[in-house]
């Protein structure tokens, strides 16, 4: 304490300011010089390789022929989407319209004394068969055609001598095409 007391002293004639020094700070100013051992210090950042530049042309088309052939699919995808979702829209709209040709068709079929009445449902059917031609829809041939699981429905089988083998002789209800796909499959009668 008495060397305490002299400092006080000895700084209060010079006024000097009296700093004290924490024990913290004087802990890591000794540990310090210790620091700057050679096994301690950071490495110095390594820089990356250079590339050739011809490599990196190379790179970067082939980076582009990808990413042109990874475009030209998704366009011709999307094309072939579309032309499936117009094809489909289509069929499911022309399915929902064959009732009414098959209603059409009995009219037809059935005797009248009223012409006026004939001659109005024969030019409604006309004018039912243009739309759908209009749409791409066409009548699948059947009657004495040869049998054909891919675009007819066989109900019914009977023998016809007069018929050749799997020759169709009787049609129920008109099947549809839509371009390859059908629509509906003629419903018929095959000889044996």
């Given at each position: 304490?008495?060397?305490?007391?002299?400092?006080?002293?000895?700084?209060?004639?010079?006024?000097?300011?009296?700093?004290?020094?924490?024990?913290?700070?004087?802990?890591?100013?000794?540990?310090?010089?210790?620091?700057?051992?050679?096994?301690?210090?950071?490495?110095?950042?390594?820089?990356?390789?250079?590339?050739?530049?011809?490599?990196?042309?190379?790179?970067?088309?082939?980076?582009?022929?990808?990413?042109?052939?990874?475009?030209?699919?998704?366009?011709?995808?999307?094309?072939?989407?579309?032309?499936?979702?117009?094809?489909?829209?289509?069929?499911?709209?022309?399915?929902?319209?064959?009732?009414?040709?098959?209603?059409?068709?009995r009219?037809?079929?059935?005797?009248?004394?009223?012409?006026?009445?004939?001659?109005g449902?024969?030019?409604?059917?006309?004018?039912?068969?243009?739309?759908?031609?209009?749409?791409?829809?066409?009548?699948?041939?059947?009657?004495?055609?040869?049998?054909?699981?891919?675009?007819?429905?066989?109900?019914?089988h009977?023998?016809?001598?007069?018929?050749?083998?799997?020759?169709?002789?009787?049609?129920?209800?008109?099947?549809?095409?839509?371009?390859?796909?059908?629509?509906?499959?003629?419903?018929?009668?095959?000889?044996?």
């Amino acid at each position: 304490m008495a060397k305490e007391k002299k400092k006080k002293n000895a700084a209060q004639e010079q006024d000097i300011p009296e700093i004290e020094v924490p024990p913290a700070q004087e802990a890591e100013e000794t540990a310090a010089p210790e620091a700057d051992s050679p096994a301690e210090q950071p490495a110095p950042p390594q820089e990356a390789p250079v590339k050739d530049p011809g490599q990196l042309l190379a790179e970067a088309a082939d980076k582009y022929l990808r990413l042109a052939a990874e475009y030209d699919n998704y366009r011709k995808r999307t094309v072939k989407e579309k032309e499936s979702a117009w094809s489909e829209a289509r069929a499911q709209t022309v399915a929902a319209f064959l009732p009414v040709y098959d209603n059409l068709e009995r009219a037809l079929k059935q005797e009248t004394s009223d012409e006026a009445y004939k001659k109005g449902v024969e030019m409604t059917m006309k004018g039912l068969q243009d739309a759908l031609a209009g749409l791409g829809v066409e009548l699948i041939p059947a009657l004495g055609e040869t049998f054909d699981p891919n675009r007819h429905n066989a109900v019914m089988h009977c023998d016809d001598p007069e018929a050749g083998e799997s020759t169709i002789v009787e049609v129920f209800q008109q099947g549809f095409l839509c371009g390859d796909k059908v629509i509906r499959f003629s419903m018929v009668r095959v000889a044996n």
